[in-house]
């Protein structure tokens, strides 16, 4: 058996934008970003590394959480990951 959970906690990199599918259901899709931090062996100093992650949410909670979302939000998503390339 094998779990696909994630919480990515970071701010929102843009304003959330709401849409609705052809039956009726919301989708919220935002851009989330999360520093990482490394050591650079160069220069032996701590250095961000920014990581941009696209995040969907569907249904009511979706239309709802809407309102309170705009680019800069400090937010904490959970959810499954779906990696894709393009």
């Known amino acids: 058996m094998s ?4 919480t990515i906690t970071g701010n929102l990199t843009r304003d959330p934008e709401l ?9 919220l899709r935002m851009g989330v970003a999360v520093n ?5 062996p160069q220069t032996d100093q701590w ?3 920014p990581n941009y992650i696209d995040c969907v949410m ?3 909670r979706a239309q709802s959480i809407s309102r309170f979302l705009t ?3 400090k937010v904490a998503v ?7 390339q393009w």
């Open 78 to 84: 959970e959810g499954r990951l779906r990696w894709s």
């Open 58 to 60: 569907f249904g009511n």
């Open 3 to 6: 779990i696909n959970r994630v």
């Open 19 to 27: 849409q609705a599918t052809q039956g009726g259901t919301r989708v």
């Open 36 to 40: 990482d931090r490394w050591r650079n």
């Open 71 to 73: 680019k800069g939000t």
């Open 47 to 49: 250095e961000d590394r």
